[in-house]
């Protein structure tokens, strides 16, 4: 199993990025996905979900309005919207899938966010 993020890089606060995770060598239509980031000196934290088939998201009140997180079965990918990104957006971001397990089992590499004041 390989869950491949992409995408971050350097943005301004108030700026934009869309973050992509690939996954390959998993039913990725079975597997609820999920974000999560890990800033420095702090411990990694759940960010969004959704769930297999993509009709359900889970948002934390903190993130409502300026991230958004979709995926595409037919592409075997999970995306992640940021908008209005602020400095403590600043973290390493992973990808990770939940199976039947009930836990996240498979994490990508992780894509450094770094937002600049």
């Known amino acids: 199993v390989q869950l491949q993020a992409s995408g971050g890089g350097l943005v301004q606060a108030g700026g934009s990025l869309r973050l992509s995770c690939a996954a390959s060598?998993?039913?990725?239509?079975?597997?609820?996905m999920g974000w999560f980031r890990q800033a420095p000196g702090k411990e990694r934290e759940f960010v969004l979900g959704i769930s297999r088939s993509g009709s359900s998201t889970i948002y934390p009140d903190s993130l409502k309005g300026r991230f958004t997180i979709s995926r595409d079965n037919a592409k075997n990918t999970v995306y992640l919207q940021m908008n209005s990104l602020k400095p403590e957006d600043t973290a390493v971001y992973y990808c990770a899938a939940k199976g039947s397990s009930g836990n996240y089992e498979h994490w990508g590499q992780g894509t450094l966010v770094t937002v600049s004041s």
């Open positions: 060598g998993l039913t990725f239509s079975s597997y609820t």
